[in-house]
């Protein structure tokens, strides 16, 4: 079932969408090396809060007994880390690229957005796939039209990833996104335009290209969460929040925008 929204409660999704891409401008001075990646969610944490949100990763169950609860409220993915990287005392070492994964619950709906930043220099092929990777996903939000196919979006993002000699991750999709963190549909970053629900006015996806240098193909750590390139290639995150509105896609998280990355 494919929830849309009002345009009352896109006003509150929108409220929480605003609080995720401030963590975001919060962090940013702050990626650089020696940062203790531990520190930045602690930062994080303490801003959703205090603007009467929840981290909305926090404790999020990944439906495993046999996987504990997520424990932090962002996921910070380094270099081959693809997504679902766990916070830890490890200190942000010059040259890695950064992927910060920010969720938010307020009054009832979620916010979900990602950014792949430098720590300081990085070498240029690395800032390639960070821009590619960027790009692709304003090219799939370009075909978050109403009545496109889903697929439109993924197929865009697809054929830009793949026309730069990069690859999408094909085990992790992005979502609907509203009174749950996870909604219907499933939004793939690979596919064929004429495939998937047709996109409606109202509703609210959460479009996040994973882009790896190399294979497409990942592993999970034994932590049950942190996603890997199985080739220990490095790999970029970029996500918005978008709703579908009458005119065309709307971002609700605004922490960059094409221009500035
Ligand atoms: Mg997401």
Redesign the pocket.
Known sequence: MIYRKSEEEIEVMRESCRIVSDVHRLLMPHVKPGTRISDLDAMAEDFIRANGAEPAFKGYSSGSTSIASFPATLCVSVDDEVVHGIPSNRLLERGQIVSI?V?TEKNGFFG?G?ITLPVDSVDSEKLRLMNVTREALFRGIDKAQPGNHLGAVSAAIQEHVESNGFSVVRDLV??GIGRKLHEEPAVPNFGKPGNGPVLEVGMTI?I?PMVNYGTFRVRVDANGWTVRTRDGSPSAHF?HTVYISKDGPVLLTNHFDRENG
């Open positions: 994964d969720g979900d990602a992005g979502h959460a996040e996500e």
